[in-house]
């Protein structure tokens, strides 16, 4: 196995674990990330995201599968089962990510699933009905954004 495809092993079987730390150790200094709902995140909101949602997900389950890897590039499925707490309602999240690395680290991390498909799982049926509309996805982004600078004004970062 490629020591780039161990490194994405176990940044996600300590995303399993629920230790960011763990995962946060994969990352270089100066990480970039960025999905559907957290987009363009620099190095402090992504380590800051990561925190805040290993400490909030009490029954968050991640199943990584299709991982590769070679000295640049990498990829990976994977699969989040949790309960969106502001809905209380559950959430079956199918992702693929791709990786760039440098020095044996994660330099850039791209998560990609169906924003709309979450929305009508997380929100009910408004975010079914809703959840297509760019305005509504734009809604959907401000508050992710919103709840990780308070996250990281409380010092939940460190």
Request: proline share 4%; hydrophobic share 40%.
């Amino acid at each position: 196995m490629h020591p780039n495809a161990q490194l994405l092993q176990n940044f996600y079987a300590s995303f399993a674990r629920r230790d960011a730390e763990g995962m946060l150790a994969c990352y270089a200094h100066g990480v970039k990330f960025s999905d559907p709902v957290f987009v363009d995140l620099d190095d402090g909101e992504a380590r800051a995201m990561w925190r805040m949602l290993c400490s909030r997900a009490s029954d968050l389950k991640i199943a990584a599968n299709n991982i590769a890897a070679d000295d640049q590039h990498g990829s990976a499925d994977w699969v989040a089962d949790y309960t969106f707490s502001r809905s209380n309602r559950p959430v079956h999240n199918l992702v693929h990510a791709e990786f760039e690395f440098s020095g044996g680290l994660i330099s850039a991390h791209r998560d990609s699933f169906n924003l709309w498909r979450w929305a009508g799982m997380a929100l009910g049926p408004t975010g079914k009905l809703l959840g297509w509309l760019p305005p509504f996805q734009e809604k959907i982004r401000a508050n992710a954004r919103d709840g990780l600078h308070a996250h990281m004004q409380r010092g939940m970062n460190d």
